[in-house]
């Protein structure tokens, strides 16, 4: 085994370093590498959750009138943190399914009634897959499964009306070149909506740079924003008068409290909330934004491609002997925040990671280990004790 | 005047006047009485929000084992509590909205396809009617909108598919038959939704009893689950075989972590989740259900009916002859737990006793000022002093 003093020396080296203590501690001694699943909880956390009691104590409804902007003023802040966002694009609301199903429909009914087929590959995540189906079912579409990002790619056509992709897969952790896939689908005549889950809060996303017109993404992975904590969603300006979404709720009406007979949508992106957004999340959001901000993406990005390509060098070194294979991409501009190992038994060695106490990876059906590195809480040391334990099992 | 002492008494023979005490108190010296709109926190929120914190930090992605429950747990907890519902009927997730829209969806499946009318009066919430001029457009169905519940529930025939209700309407606090209603409206062959958002906790519910097919609701109001906390639908059970909800999310999956290729609903209520619930927020409907628990529903609506009935009394002493009309139903068994008042110039009078810190009451156009009492928090004495103040004015 390589001496551990690398990794030492690295975290020594770090300029983020100082983040990991803004986390609150687990009651594990288990290395946490699950942070593409579930973000572990800033500290800040607990204070902004007691301070947003304390407004809703004092202010009740009277505190309405900041909350019904903070969706578009978290979604602007959390824009300009980590997604190449301008203001008025980005809204935090519902969940990432739902948010889905709105852009999804949006992109349809933004397309000629021609384009019939609804198009992704069979490894993107499954609610993803699942929406889609449920929403070619209900249009009478058909619903192209194919077996790759690149299938996919090559299969839209004068027939497609709309794709879906994750910028980085759920599995193998392949980030996609989103600006070209977005040029090649948008050259076909169809739409393609960005699921950027893996992606957010570790990649650097340029959605307007990159001609993206459709985005949806959750909160509760390197955003830490807390477990089921509201979505996003990115709507670009010079399409939001074309683009307009399924779920009309009160909060996405003009006039919200005119309370008008016909529903009319707001200007913008408001036009894509629905119901009555929940509060307490979106401030976890909103501190989630404020942590980026903080560290800065491209900082974040950095020093995740340095723990990934350490924790690529390690297994290959103690891995790949013991039967593993890597399925991440090799080049660091093709991969995201996670490493993903495939080996026959990955679920049992999962298992016991966890039952022992000594990594918390998780598992992918049928075969995948991942191992996520959350940049702001992981030290290079957390990456060679986790490989190494998995070399051990 | 009358004199307060009358109201001092009623509050020392109140069996709830104890649970005041569990709220945390406003800054303002306002009387609260819109808690129909925003319920107020009770302190165990703060003491919740730490627990879920502290889980969240100590078992990370190991806490979806329990998490994973926590929506149909939380749903069975308030189903038993105030709903009605025996246990597997009620999932707390999603925004009222959003389960509206899955519900509606669902029984328009479940209907012949030559019953293409949805119905529903012009009063209803908006949030409500807006879903279903989305709904009647994206399925190409005739939107019928009436003048009154009663005429809508009139106007379900042959052609007609579903219509919507409110149990307690969110103007006039007026309360519905929901039983004959539904048997009304089930005789017709069409399908009924329900929303009870301004009945649940105040009004006790007896969805299993009453042959409710669907419904949904939300909990920030007398819940008090806070500023947009996840909402719920009750589906029962004898019709969760036969009607299914259009948003298929990895939540409602039947293998949720198989991740396979094709949807397929898990069973019951279950699959009435869509995307990853709000587990935070979840936690809060959990406290809300307990308070429930153990004030009792029955009690809860006995107080309610005796705060509107004063406030009433009150009304006809001071207000009447003010120019105000009590536009709630006098029949205690016709209202719910809000009293509406009407006059030109309400928009006016509310801002002023806003402005004042006299009483935080709402308002709704076009004259209807609202009076919300949360039988948990309030006392006699505040609808006395809020009424007194409403006749200053």
């Not at 509760?220 to 683009?243: M, S, T």
């Not at 993406?297 to 891995?319: G, N, P």
């Not at 090799?330 to 060695?349: I, K, N, W």
Request: hydrophobic share 50%.
């Amino acid at each position: 085994m390589p001496p551990r003093d690398a990794a030492v020396a690295r975290d020594a080296a770090d300029p983020l370093a100082a983040f990991r203590a803004k986390f609150i501690p687990s009651a594990s001694p288990a290395i946490y590498s699950d942070g593409n699943s579930l973000g572990p909880p800033p500290f800040s956390v607990r204070a902004r959750l007691n301070a947003m009691v304390t407004e809703w104590a004092n202010d009740l409804t009277g505190a309405w009138e900041r909350w019904v902007d903070l969706p578009l003023q978290v979604g602007d802040r959390l824009g300009a943190a980590c997604l190449g966002a301008g203001a008025g694009q980005v809204a935090v609301c519902d969940s990432t399914s739902v948010n889905l199903f709105k852009a999804v429909n949006a992109a349809i009914d933004g397309c000629d009634a021609s384009r019939h087929e609804i198009v992704v590959a069979i490894d993107e995540f499954p609610t993803d897959r699942y929406m889609l189906q449920s929403i070619a079912a209900q249009r009478e579409m058909t619903y192209v499964v194919v077996g790759s990002a690149a299938e996919a790619v090559d299969a839209c056509g004068p027939s497609t009306a709309v794709m879906v992709l994750s910028a980085v897969n759920y599995r193998t952790g392949e980030l996609f070149d989103v600006a070209a896939v977005t040029a090649r689908v948008h050259a076909a005549g169809a739409e393609i909506v960005w699921d950027v889950c893996h992606a957010v809060g570790v990649v650097p996303l340029e959605l307007d740079a990159w001609d993206v017109r459709l985005a949806v993404g959750c909160t509760y992975k390197y955003l830490n924003a807390g477990p089921g904590a509201p979505a996003f969603v990115y709507v670009a300006r010079a399409h939001q008068d074309r683009l307009s979404q399924p779920l009309w709720g009160w909060f996405g009406q003009r006039d919200q409290f005119e309370m008008g007979p016909h529903y009319e949508p707001a200007e913008g992106v408001r036009a894509w909330l629905a119901g009555t957004p929940n509060i307490i999340g979106t401030a976890l959001v909103d501190e989630a934004a404020a942590m980026i901000e903080k560290a800065g993406v491209t900082a974040i990005r950095a020093k995740s491609q340095h723990l990934v390509a350490y924790a690529i060098e390690l297994a290959d070194e103690l891995l790949v002997s013991r039967g593993w294979s890597v399925i991440t991409p090799r080049e660091p501009q093709r991969r995201g925040g996670h490493l993903a190992l495939a080996r026959s038994d990955a679920q049992e060695v999962c298992a016991t990671l966890i039952d022992q106490a000594l990594v918390i990876p998780d598992f992918r059906a049928p075969d995948v280990l991942r191992l996520g590195f959350s940049p702001l809480v992981t030290r290079f040391v957390d990456v060679y004790d986790a490989i190494g334990a998995v070399a051990s099992v």
